[in-house]
């Protein structure tokens, strides 16, 4: 990726900060090539055989880029600014207002306008099972209730019978194409619908100058049922059937958890969260992270932060969202004329129908992923014995295709592979805490420009309310531990973070948008967020007090001799 001094620059995009993987630091080895390769897969199927994926896309040790330079001849980003709104406000104001003049470069060969054109038919000949559910999905919308619900049965049955005896590799490669089925004609489709089909529709029907139907709109946008917002809930449910002094010693409780020596009601809600949502957890799309299904220690820890009183309780908070949508619903069709009230029962009929499928397509991620991390772990643990491998941990930092060679061929020094490919991640890990948006191949790195006033930081309002609360900046979930009233500071967030939500005051995050988890969690539990705060991580230290105001998107210092301690 580094060019040389005098030579062309190139830019380099990171899009997965707001969406995707979700984490800000360095990514292991395994998963950059785990990214890398259901990239080509699928560029592979759709675009039958043609060979440019390479040029767009790489990883980068630590992280996957884009390589901006080599599509600026075919998009200008001032115009697809404003799609990146919904989950990256930075990212979107960055391609709203860069410079990207310098980095023009030709073409390659594989890009080429004519070349992309050929390659873009046939693969809308490929996709065409993605067009045909759409279409169904739009005229037909019972109909594809009952074909997404097939599909969606198909992938956990694909999961299943995946056959053991493939190798690391081909396993990976069955899972992410159960994922792509699933997704061409079942999630896909239902996202966005969801989107472009509801919640961006039922602001469509309102009128936007008057203030009591804004108001309506965003009552009607929450109340919602989606993935992410019932693993929260089902958490805090689980979290307070036991008293929180049996949170004090979490490694005992670990162990009678794994002995089973548990109420009986408890045990049920235990294995229930687990066989739903075993394979979440913090920063959850890098493998080398572990994921609540294979340790208990992670969930209890989580648990212990619900188990505490003082924090709101989301499940109340929640269902008088549900009322308070219904009640909106029909307060706001009462409001419009015949032709607008038309158009605002359909939206909301298609919100209501498709907004669970927002978080399905990277849900099935972490299902196959899990699957994934479970084979690396089983192969980890042989090699242990053998004694190729000095910690389990150290296979995450070698590729797919050494783990598939080394498995093949006892010859292979598993050791010197893991201190070669593991240098740079381990040295990115130790020294990066927030990797950029955009940089150079010279390291330049491309911020947008903010001119705050003094005590004031602004962002993007993403959930309503205005709160008030010490300040706490989180690198990772579970880096410190944050009281009920405080304020979460952090860079992103991703499902992971949600237990932290319940005691939050309000979220403060540098990257983020309306449709990002961090706003969809934050609005469902009533607490004030802003996103695209830029170098907020940085700004504000623990301790301070500080104002979010969540309707104007701005973040004031406070005085903290005129406050008390909460």
Sequence with gaps: ???????????????????????????SPITSDLVAKWINWFADHAFAGESFIGDIACAGGARLYGNLSNMLHLMDPRKIASGKDYVDTTLAELYATADFEPYRVKPPRHLGKARLAWAVLKACVRMRPFFFAMLQAMF????????????????????????????????????????????LTA???????????GSDAVPRASDADSERQRQLVAAILGGGDELVLQMGLAMFRLARLLPETEYHDLDALRRRVESRRMPEDFLAAWDDFIDRFGCRGPMEMDLANPKYGDDAHLLLSQLAVLATDGGTDPVAVHADRVRGRAEAFAELSALLPRRRRR?????????????????????????????IRQRLLATADRWLVEGRLERREQIFELTLDDVARADADDDVDVCALVAERGAFYRDAKERVRHFPHLIDSRGRILRPERNYRPGELTGVPVSPGIARGRVKVLDTPFAKALLPGEVLVAHTADPGWTPLFINAAAVVLEVGGELQHGALVAREYGKPCIAGVIGVTSALEDGQWIEVDGNAGVVSLVDDKRETDP
């Design 140 to 183: 037909r919308p019972e109909s594809f209730q009952v074909r997404y619900r097939q599909d969606l049965a198909d992938f956990d049955r694909a999961v299943v019978d995946a056959d053991p005896d493939l190798s690391i590799v081909d396993l990976a490669r069955e899972l992410y194409a159960a994922v792509g089925r699933t997704a």
């Design 1 to 27: 990726m580094q060019t040389e001094p005098g030579q062309q620059r190139l830019l380099y995009v990171d899009p997965s900060l707001g969406e995707g993987i979700t984490i800000s630091g360095a990514v």
């Design 343 to 371: 158009k605002l029962a359909r939206a909301y009929r298609i919100l209501c129908d498709f907004e669970g499928s927002r978080e399905l397509p990277k849900h099935h991620m972490t299902v196959v992923n899990m699957a």
């Design 187 to 197: 999630t896909a489709p239902a996202m966005l619908m969801f989107i472009y089909g």
